[in-house]
C-alpha cells in the first residue's frame, strides 16, 4: 500500500526539471521510485544516533554526463542527495560506488566535513544495475566535497 500512495502522489518521482536536464544528457538508466537506505550513527549539533536506520525514495539516473541520486518526502518535491559530474575534480568527503546493487553514498568519518560532527553516514540507492549500463558509465567509484548542510539534512536537523 505504502508504495502504490508513494507512486500516487509522485513521492520518488524525478521532477520535471531534473527530469528535462537528464533527457537531454544521454541517459544510461533512469529509476524513479528507488528504495533509499538512510544509516546514522553519530553525533552532530541538535542529532545523536547510534545505529539510525530509515528508509526513503528517491530517483537515480545516470547519464553520460553525470550522476544524479535524489530524495522525496512530499509530493513533487526531491532533494539531490548527488549531482555529481563525472569529469568534476576529484573530493574526498563523499565516497560513491556503483554496483549491480545500485549506488552507495558513504561518509565514513563525518568529522572531515565539520569538526563538530562524529560519527558515519550512508545512503543505498537499491537500484539494479545491469553489467551493460556498469560498463557504460565512465567511474564506477567516485568521490566529492559537500557542506555541512549535507550532514544536517540527511539527519533531519534544522540548519540554515
Request: glycine share 10%; aromatic share 8%.
Amino acid at each position: 500500500m505504502a508504495v502504490f500512495l508513494r507512486r500516487m502522489l509522485s513521492i520518488g518521482n524525478l521532477p520535471d526539471d531534473m527530469r528535462a536536464e537528464v533527457d537531454g544528457e544521454g541517459v544510461l538508466h533512469l529509476e524513479e521510485f528507488v528504495p533509499v537506505t538512510f544509516r546514522f550513527s553519530g553525533k552532530v549539533p541538535g542529532k545523536t544516533a547510534k545505529g539510525n536506520v530509515r528508509s526513503y525514495v528517491g530517483a537515480l539516473a545516470l547519464t553520460s554526463r553525470r550522476v544524479l541520486g535524489t530524495l522525496s518526502t512530499v509530493p513533487k518535491k526531491a532533494g539531490r542527495a548527488v549531482d555529481h559530474p563525472w569529469h568534476d575534480a576529484t573530493g574526498s568527503m563523499v565516497t560513491g560506488t556503483l554496483d549491480s546493487s545500485g549506488l552507495l553514498l558513504e561518509v565514513p568519518d563525518i568529522s572531515v566535513i565539520d569538526p563538530g560532527f562524529a560519527g558515519s553516514v550512508s545512503l543505498h540507492y537499491k537500484s539494479d544495475l545491469s553489467d551493460e549500463v556498469l560498463m557504460r558509465v565512465p567511474q564506477r567509484s567516485f568521490a566529492f566535497d559537500v557542506p555541512p548542510k549535507f550532514v544536517y539534512s540527511l539527519c533531519g536537523v534544522p540548519r540554515g
